[in-house]
């Protein structure tokens, strides 16, 4: 049993800047890559950003250059830092995980398989 607890969201003004954080807990932990989707009212769940244990990136178009993602690994953290931040940043964003099952689907040659997520929190860019 995985438990993802985001923290730091909250109401910004465009342009500011947030950091959210995301503690995995569980019995026998063991987590391959993490990430951040989001999802606005009446919007399609979007997947905003993962990190692979190693550190490797990726990040959707319409955040590259003013989010980062990083991990602490020691503690089982994931965090995400955004800036410049505009309305249509405007979301619940949620933290996910990469369990082992998921790592083993992703060895076979299959994309992120997220077995674990966070009950969200919300971000709101409103001036």
């Known amino acids: 049993q995985v438990q993802l607890v985001e923290s730091g969201g909250g109401l910004v003004q465009p342009g500011g800047s947030l950091r959210l954080s995301c503690a995995a807990s569980?019995?026998?932990?063991?987590?391959?890559?993490m990430g951040w989707f989001r999802q606005a009212p009446g919007k399609q769940r979007e997947l905003v950003t993962d990190i692979t244990p190693d550190g490797t990136t990726k990040y959707s178009d319409s955040v590259k250059g003013r989010f980062t993602i990083s991990r602490d690994n020691a503690k089982n953290t994931v965090y995400l830092q955004m800036n410049s931040l505009k309305s249509e940043d405007t979301a619940v964003y949620y933290c996910v995980a990469e369990g082992i099952l998921g790592a083993l689907k992703r060895a076979r040659g299959a994309g992120p398989q997220w077995d674990y997520w966070g009950q969200g929190t919300q971000v709101t860019v409103s001036s």
């Open positions: 569980g019995n026998r932990l063991r987590l391959n890559a």
